[in-house]
Protein backbone atom coordinates (compact mmCIF):
# COMPACT_ATOMS: atom_id res chain seq x y z
CA UNK A 1 0.00 0.00 0.00
CA UNK A 2 2.88 2.34 0.54
CA UNK A 3 3.57 2.83 -3.09
CA UNK A 4 -0.14 3.04 -4.13
CA UNK A 5 -0.40 6.01 -1.58
CA UNK A 6 2.83 7.28 -2.81
CA UNK A 7 1.66 7.45 -6.20
CA UNK A 8 -1.92 8.74 -5.99
CA UNK A 9 -0.57 12.05 -3.50
CA UNK A 10 1.59 12.52 -6.60
CA UNK A 11 -1.46 12.37 -8.92
CA UNK A 12 -3.10 14.81 -6.94
CA UNK A 13 -0.26 16.88 -6.64
CA UNK A 14 0.20 17.33 -10.64
CA UNK A 15 -3.22 17.05 -11.67
CA UNK A 16 -4.11 20.77 -10.17
CA UNK A 17 -0.39 21.80 -12.07
CA UNK A 18 -1.69 19.86 -14.91
CA UNK A 19 -4.84 22.17 -14.81
CA UNK A 20 -3.53 25.70 -14.60
CA UNK A 21 -0.44 24.71 -17.15
CA UNK A 22 -3.37 24.31 -19.51
CA UNK A 23 -5.22 27.25 -18.34
CA UNK A 24 -2.56 30.03 -19.00
CA UNK A 25 -1.88 28.25 -22.52
CA UNK A 26 -5.66 29.63 -23.57
CA UNK A 27 -5.51 32.76 -22.21
CA UNK A 28 -4.53 35.18 -24.68
CA UNK A 29 -1.80 36.82 -24.91
CA UNK A 30 -0.77 40.54 -24.54
CA UNK A 31 0.53 42.03 -27.84
CA UNK A 32 3.79 44.28 -26.94
CA UNK A 33 2.94 48.22 -28.33
CA UNK A 34 5.86 49.03 -30.41
CA UNK A 35 7.02 52.37 -29.59
CA UNK A 36 8.44 55.07 -31.85
CA UNK A 37 11.00 56.65 -29.72
CA UNK A 38 9.53 60.13 -30.88
CA UNK A 39 12.45 63.26 -30.46
CA UNK A 40 12.61 66.95 -30.88
CA UNK A 41 15.53 68.73 -31.52
CA UNK A 42 14.86 72.59 -30.40
CA UNK A 43 17.49 74.36 -32.87
CA UNK A 44 17.25 72.63 -35.94
CA UNK A 45 12.75 72.37 -35.14
CA UNK A 46 13.43 69.00 -36.40
CA UNK A 47 10.84 65.95 -34.98
CA UNK A 48 12.29 62.69 -35.91
CA UNK A 49 11.46 58.87 -34.71
CA UNK A 50 12.65 55.34 -34.86
CA UNK A 51 12.53 53.41 -38.20
CA UNK A 52 12.55 49.61 -38.73
CA UNK A 53 12.57 47.73 -41.67
CA UNK A 54 8.60 47.23 -41.49
CA UNK A 55 8.18 51.11 -40.58
CA UNK A 56 6.36 53.08 -42.99
CA UNK A 57 5.37 56.71 -42.23
CA UNK A 58 2.11 58.35 -42.35
CA UNK A 59 1.92 61.80 -41.05
CA UNK A 60 3.11 63.97 -38.40
CA UNK A 61 2.11 67.48 -36.61
CA UNK A 62 2.00 70.14 -34.32
CA UNK A 63 -0.52 71.14 -32.29
CA UNK A 64 -0.34 75.35 -30.05
CA UNK A 65 -2.81 76.59 -28.45
CA UNK A 66 -2.11 79.88 -30.99
CA UNK A 67 -2.23 77.92 -34.53
CA UNK A 68 -4.73 75.07 -33.57
CA UNK A 69 -3.21 71.94 -35.61
CA UNK A 70 -0.55 71.45 -38.56
CA UNK A 71 -0.07 68.59 -40.44
CA UNK A 72 2.21 66.77 -43.00
CA UNK A 73 1.92 63.91 -45.05
CA UNK A 74 4.97 62.09 -45.05
CA UNK A 75 6.73 60.11 -48.23
CA UNK A 76 7.20 56.29 -48.05
CA UNK A 77 9.91 56.09 -45.25
CA UNK A 78 10.48 59.15 -44.17
CA UNK A 79 11.60 59.21 -40.65
CA UNK A 80 11.29 62.85 -39.64
CA UNK A 81 10.05 66.59 -40.35
CA UNK A 82 10.98 69.70 -39.18
CA UNK A 83 8.75 72.69 -38.12
CA UNK A 84 11.38 75.96 -39.11
CA UNK A 85 8.75 78.60 -37.71
CA UNK A 86 7.28 76.85 -34.61
CA UNK A 87 7.47 78.96 -31.63
CA UNK A 88 7.79 77.06 -28.80
CA UNK A 89 6.97 79.04 -25.13
CA UNK A 90 3.31 77.90 -25.68
CA UNK A 91 4.58 73.92 -24.93
CA UNK A 92 3.46 72.24 -28.22
CA UNK A 93 2.32 68.66 -28.59
CA UNK A 94 3.94 66.57 -31.33
CA UNK A 95 2.42 63.60 -33.15
CA UNK A 96 4.03 60.79 -35.15
CA UNK A 97 1.37 58.25 -36.74
CA UNK A 98 2.98 55.52 -38.48
CA UNK A 99 2.51 51.66 -39.79
CA UNK A 100 4.60 49.38 -37.92
CA UNK A 101 3.94 46.20 -39.82
CA UNK A 102 0.09 45.56 -39.98
CA UNK A 103 -0.59 47.80 -36.90
CA UNK A 104 -1.04 51.95 -36.97
CA UNK A 105 1.10 53.54 -34.28
CA UNK A 106 0.00 56.97 -32.75
CA UNK A 107 2.66 58.67 -30.65
CA UNK A 108 2.61 61.70 -28.74
CA UNK A 109 5.49 64.45 -27.21
CA UNK A 110 5.01 67.19 -25.39
CA UNK A 111 7.75 69.89 -25.50
CA UNK A 112 7.48 71.76 -21.98
CA UNK A 113 8.48 75.35 -21.13
CA UNK A 114 9.90 74.61 -17.50
CA UNK A 115 10.12 77.19 -14.74
CA UNK A 116 8.20 79.66 -13.20
CA UNK A 117 5.24 81.54 -14.36
CA UNK A 118 6.17 85.55 -15.22
CA UNK A 119 9.93 84.54 -14.92
CA UNK A 120 10.45 84.36 -19.31
CA UNK A 121 11.76 87.82 -20.25
CA UNK A 122 8.94 90.05 -21.15
CA UNK A 123 8.15 92.92 -23.88
CA UNK A 124 10.30 91.36 -26.27
CA UNK A 125 10.92 93.57 -29.78
CA UNK A 126 14.04 94.31 -32.40
CA UNK A 127 14.60 96.93 -34.26
CA UNK A 128 17.27 96.74 -37.72
CA UNK A 129 18.57 100.10 -38.62
CA UNK A 130 21.61 101.53 -40.93
CA UNK A 131 20.48 98.44 -43.47
CA UNK A 132 23.56 96.29 -40.91
CA UNK A 133 22.76 97.12 -37.15
CA UNK A 134 20.44 95.40 -35.12
CA UNK A 135 19.22 96.19 -31.36
CA UNK A 136 16.85 93.82 -29.14
CA UNK A 137 15.36 94.98 -25.89
CA UNK A 138 13.28 93.10 -23.32
CA UNK A 139 12.45 93.40 -19.59
CA UNK A 140 13.03 91.12 -16.95
CA UNK A 141 10.04 88.92 -15.82
CA UNK A 142 7.81 90.50 -13.31
CA UNK A 143 8.48 86.50 -11.15
CA UNK A 144 11.77 86.69 -12.03
CA UNK A 145 14.44 86.55 -9.33
CA UNK A 146 17.14 89.74 -8.63
CA UNK A 147 19.78 86.95 -9.40
CA UNK A 148 18.03 85.82 -13.04
CA UNK A 149 20.19 85.94 -16.09
CA UNK A 150 19.21 86.44 -19.65
CA UNK A 151 20.64 85.39 -23.16
CA UNK A 152 19.48 86.10 -26.61
CA UNK A 153 20.55 83.18 -29.03
CA UNK A 154 19.28 84.03 -33.37
CA UNK A 155 18.69 81.52 -35.70
CA UNK A 156 18.79 82.16 -39.48
CA UNK A 157 15.63 80.42 -40.98
CA UNK A 158 17.43 80.96 -44.21
CA UNK A 159 21.05 79.37 -43.55
CA UNK A 160 19.74 77.55 -40.19
CA UNK A 161 23.35 79.66 -39.10
CA UNK A 162 23.39 80.38 -34.87
CA UNK A 163 24.55 83.04 -32.75
CA UNK A 164 24.58 84.27 -29.84
CA UNK A 165 24.66 87.89 -28.52
CA UNK A 166 27.83 89.56 -29.04
CA UNK A 167 27.28 93.07 -26.81
CA UNK A 168 24.45 92.34 -24.07
CA UNK A 169 23.16 95.75 -22.65
CA UNK A 170 22.54 95.86 -19.12
CA UNK A 171 20.09 97.07 -16.40
CA UNK A 172 20.83 99.10 -13.58
CA UNK A 173 22.41 96.21 -11.79
CA UNK A 174 23.62 93.12 -14.05
CA UNK A 175 21.00 91.77 -15.77
CA UNK A 176 20.86 91.47 -19.35
CA UNK A 177 18.21 93.99 -20.75
CA UNK A 178 18.64 94.21 -24.28
CA UNK A 179 21.61 93.16 -27.14
CA UNK A 180 23.10 94.99 -29.94
CA UNK A 181 24.62 93.16 -32.94
CA UNK A 182 26.22 94.08 -36.10
CA UNK A 183 25.79 92.38 -39.40
CA UNK A 184 21.89 91.91 -39.91
CA UNK A 185 22.42 92.60 -43.37
CA UNK A 186 23.91 88.86 -43.79
CA UNK A 187 20.27 87.23 -42.69
CA UNK A 188 17.53 85.73 -44.76
CA UNK A 189 13.88 87.60 -44.50
CA UNK A 190 13.49 85.67 -41.43
CA UNK A 191 14.87 84.94 -38.22
CA UNK A 192 14.17 82.95 -34.88
CA UNK A 193 14.76 84.27 -31.31
CA UNK A 194 15.27 82.92 -28.15
CA UNK A 195 15.40 84.51 -24.77
CA UNK A 196 16.78 81.46 -22.59
CA UNK A 197 16.92 82.74 -18.88
CA UNK A 198 19.00 81.07 -15.39
CA UNK A 199 18.97 81.74 -12.41
CA UNK A 200 20.35 79.28 -9.08
CA UNK A 201 17.58 80.39 -7.12
CA UNK A 202 14.61 79.62 -9.40
CA UNK A 203 13.74 77.76 -13.00
CA UNK A 204 13.31 80.54 -15.50
CA UNK A 205 11.06 79.83 -18.77
CA UNK A 206 12.48 81.41 -22.10
CA UNK A 207 10.87 83.49 -24.67
CA UNK A 208 10.74 82.73 -28.13
CA UNK A 209 9.76 83.87 -31.40
CA UNK A 210 9.96 84.60 -35.36
CA UNK A 211 10.74 87.47 -36.35
CA UNK A 212 10.14 88.83 -40.59
CA UNK A 213 12.73 91.25 -40.69
CA UNK A 214 11.12 93.67 -43.55
CA UNK A 215 8.86 94.38 -40.88
CA UNK A 216 11.49 95.89 -37.72
CA UNK A 217 13.69 97.39 -40.30
CA UNK A 218 13.67 101.23 -40.04
CA UNK A 219 15.38 103.21 -43.27
CA UNK A 220 17.84 105.58 -43.02
CA UNK A 221 16.79 109.38 -44.77
CA UNK A 222 17.44 109.52 -48.06
CA UNK A 223 21.18 110.64 -49.04
CA UNK A 224 22.92 113.64 -50.87
CA UNK A 225 18.56 115.63 -50.87
CA UNK A 226 19.38 119.08 -53.87
CA UNK A 227 16.79 121.36 -54.38
CA UNK A 228 17.04 124.05 -57.21
CA UNK A 229 14.47 126.75 -57.96
CA UNK A 230 13.64 129.28 -60.96
CA UNK A 231 11.48 132.34 -61.31
CA UNK A 232 8.25 129.01 -61.61
CA UNK A 233 9.48 126.02 -59.71
CA UNK A 234 11.47 123.88 -57.80
CA UNK A 235 13.21 120.74 -58.30
CA UNK A 236 13.62 118.47 -55.51
CA UNK A 237 16.30 115.45 -56.07
CA UNK A 238 18.02 112.51 -53.69
CA UNK A 239 19.57 108.86 -53.40
CA UNK A 240 17.97 106.08 -52.27
CA UNK A 241 18.82 105.30 -49.34
CA UNK A 242 21.09 102.19 -47.64
CA UNK A 243 18.12 99.10 -47.56
CA UNK A 244 19.30 95.40 -46.16
CA UNK A 245 17.86 94.28 -49.00
CA UNK A 246 16.94 95.57 -52.34
CA UNK A 247 13.65 96.74 -53.45
CA UNK A 248 12.17 98.21 -56.56
CA UNK A 249 11.23 101.98 -56.89
CA UNK A 250 7.87 100.45 -57.00
CA UNK A 251 8.50 99.53 -53.58
CA UNK A 252 9.47 102.77 -51.97
CA UNK A 253 7.93 105.39 -50.38
CA UNK A 254 8.92 108.79 -49.41
CA UNK A 255 7.12 111.85 -47.19
CA UNK A 256 8.20 115.31 -47.72
CA UNK A 257 7.77 117.92 -45.38
CA UNK A 258 8.01 121.48 -46.89
CA UNK A 259 8.15 124.17 -44.16
CA UNK A 260 9.39 127.90 -43.43
CA UNK A 261 12.55 128.09 -42.48
CA UNK A 262 11.63 128.05 -38.32
CA UNK A 263 8.32 127.94 -37.80
CA UNK A 264 6.38 125.39 -35.97
CA UNK A 265 3.17 126.37 -36.91
CA UNK A 266 1.12 123.13 -38.35
CA UNK A 267 -0.13 125.43 -41.14
CA UNK A 268 3.37 125.56 -42.48
CA UNK A 269 4.14 122.15 -42.92
CA UNK A 270 3.22 120.47 -46.04
CA UNK A 271 3.45 116.97 -45.83
CA UNK A 272 3.68 115.45 -49.11
CA UNK A 273 4.33 111.52 -50.10
CA UNK A 274 6.04 110.36 -53.08
CA UNK A 275 6.04 107.09 -54.77
CA UNK A 276 9.21 105.75 -55.26
CA UNK A 277 8.53 105.21 -59.12
CA UNK A 278 9.09 108.89 -59.43
CA UNK A 279 12.47 108.03 -59.92
CA UNK A 280 13.75 110.39 -57.02
CA UNK A 281 12.77 113.28 -58.09
CA UNK A 282 10.13 115.94 -57.35
CA UNK A 283 8.75 119.47 -58.85
CA UNK A 284 6.53 121.47 -57.24
CA UNK A 285 5.64 125.09 -57.91
CA UNK A 286 6.82 127.89 -56.38
CA UNK A 287 6.38 131.06 -58.01
CA UNK A 288 9.15 134.39 -56.84
CA UNK A 289 8.88 136.16 -54.79
CA UNK A 290 9.98 132.84 -51.87
CA UNK A 291 9.94 133.60 -48.68
CA UNK A 292 12.64 131.04 -46.73
CA UNK A 293 11.74 127.46 -46.49
CA UNK A 294 13.54 124.07 -45.51
CA UNK A 295 12.65 120.57 -46.80
CA UNK A 296 13.39 117.05 -44.60
CA UNK A 297 12.46 113.75 -45.86
CA UNK A 298 12.24 110.26 -44.89
CA UNK A 299 11.40 106.35 -46.04
CA UNK A 300 9.10 103.58 -45.72
CA UNK A 301 8.54 100.15 -47.62
CA UNK A 302 5.14 100.94 -49.46
CA UNK A 303 3.56 98.29 -48.39
CA UNK A 304 4.56 98.94 -44.44
CA UNK A 305 4.54 101.91 -44.10
CA UNK A 306 6.86 102.11 -40.85
CA UNK A 307 8.35 105.69 -41.22
CA UNK A 308 12.39 106.34 -40.89
CA UNK A 309 13.80 109.08 -39.09
CA UNK A 310 13.77 112.57 -40.89
CA UNK A 311 16.75 113.67 -42.62
CA UNK A 312 18.16 117.41 -41.70
CA UNK A 313 16.36 120.12 -43.29
CA UNK A 314 17.48 121.05 -46.69
CA UNK A 315 17.10 125.72 -46.93
CA UNK A 316 15.62 127.18 -50.36
CA UNK A 317 14.82 130.19 -51.43
CA UNK A 318 15.26 133.49 -49.78
CA UNK A 319 14.43 136.35 -47.49
CA UNK A 320 15.89 138.78 -49.73
CA UNK A 321 13.03 140.09 -51.26
CA UNK A 322 11.02 140.81 -48.10
CA UNK A 323 13.78 143.79 -47.46
CA UNK A 324 13.49 145.12 -51.06
CA UNK A 325 9.94 144.74 -51.24
CA UNK A 326 10.46 146.54 -48.08
CA UNK A 327 12.41 149.28 -49.47
CA UNK A 328 10.47 149.37 -52.68
CA UNK A 329 7.29 150.61 -50.42
CA UNK A 330 9.13 152.87 -48.65
CA UNK A 331 10.00 154.77 -51.78
CA UNK A 332 6.60 154.97 -52.91
CA UNK A 333 5.50 155.94 -49.52
CA UNK A 334 8.06 158.89 -49.46
CA UNK A 335 7.30 159.99 -53.20
CA UNK A 336 3.45 160.27 -52.27
CA UNK A 337 3.99 162.12 -49.63
CA UNK A 338 5.88 164.64 -51.17
CA UNK A 339 3.64 164.92 -53.46
CA UNK A 340 0.67 165.54 -50.94
CA UNK A 341 3.34 168.06 -49.34
CA UNK A 342 3.94 170.08 -52.64
CA UNK A 343 0.35 170.08 -53.42
CA UNK A 344 -0.46 171.50 -49.82
CA UNK A 345 1.77 174.51 -50.13
CA UNK A 346 1.35 175.24 -53.74
CA UNK A 347 -2.38 175.63 -52.63
CA UNK A 348 -1.66 178.11 -50.22
Given at each position: MGPLVSAALVLTLLDPAFLLTQDSRDLPTVERVPSLSVRFDPWRMNLTWDCGE??????????????????????ENQCHCTFPRAVLRGAPNFTVTANIGPRQVTQRLSYSNPGGQGTAAQNVSCLIYMADFMNCTWDKGPAAPDNVQYSLHIRDLRSGSRRECPRYLGDTGTTHVGCHLQGASAFGSEIYILVNGTSPSAGIQFFDDTLMLKKIEI????????????????????????????????????????????????????????????????????????AKHAVRMRAADSRLLQWGPWSQPVEFGSGEWLSGAFFISMVILGTLACVLIFLYLFNR
Open positions: NTTSIQCGMTTRKKGPVTMRLKYDPPDNITIECNASHCVLQWDTPRIRVFLSNWELQYQLDIHRQNSMQPSDHQLVDISGAWRNTYVFQKPLPR
